[in-house]
């Protein structure tokens, strides 16, 4: 891959989520291409490289504070965080029977025994959380609902139709008339807003916390 700052480097592997940000922006050429290596044709025909891509950024920004950068290639662990969403999306597309649209259910949606699908708020925060900061279900959607109600209404749709729906980022670009490349980047930088949102809860954090004490 082409040659990076050794200083950004370091600040990736110091823990700086906004030096990851940047070099994954400039490492998107080759992240891509690796990305596009590591999928299968019959996946790559129900999902682009690029919504991987987003995918890897969004985990990788989840992750960067439970994970030890210090020994560790950052490219290397990108294209491994890229494998795991590639697998994901293959087991989401092949591994089980779609969820009929019966199912759908809206940003709104409680969770409990009329939805079974659990809501977005569920996905986005098992999405948005590592295994060892997981809360119950419950508290994790309350927390993910609150921080929702903060997103402007379209940023909260194109997470419905991205996280709820499973559609490429082209298909969500013509459904709100904007470009590719917006709703990209208002899909990553509105998970990113929810993160941060989340990181200056208290009370989600100190269920964190306990899970963690708990999990030790």
């Known amino acids: 891959m082409a040659e990076t700052d050794p200083a950004l480097v370091e600040q990736v592997k110091a823990g700086s989520r906004d030096a990851l940000a940047e070099f ?20 790559r025909r129900k999902v682009e490289p690029g919504d991987i891509l987003q995918e890897v950024t969004v985990s990788a920004l ?9 020994r560790q290639n950052p490219f ?14 293959h087991r989401h597309h092949f591994g089980a029977q779609k969820r009929s649209a019966s199912r759908e259910v809206p940003l709104q949606a409680r969770s409990g025994a009329d939805d079974p699908g659990g809501g977005i708020a569920d996905l986005l925060a098992a999405s948005l959380t590592t295994p060892s900061a997981a809360v119950s279900r419950q508290q994790k959607e309350f927390h993910m609902l609150e921080a929702l109600s903060a997103l402007p209404e379209e940023s909260r749709e194109a997470l419905r139709m991205r996280y709820m729906e499973h559609l490429p980022s082209k298909e969500i670009a013509q459904r709100l008339g904007k470009t ?37």
């Open 24 to 43: 994954i922006a400039q490492s998107e050429r080759q992240l891509t291409a690796y990305i596009e290596r590591m999928m299968s044709d019959s996946l």
């Open 62 to 70: 989840s992750a960067l504070d439970s994970v030890d950068l210090t």
């Open 76 to 89: 290397g662990w990108l294209c491994q965080q890229a494998e795991r969403r590639i697998i994901d999306a």
């Open 180 to 216: 590719d490349g917006a709703v990209r980047v208002m899909v990553t930088r509105s998970l990113q807003k929810l993160q941060d949102i989340l990181a200056q809860n208290s009370d989600f954090q100190t269920l964190v916390a306990q899970q963690r004490k708990k999990e030790a």
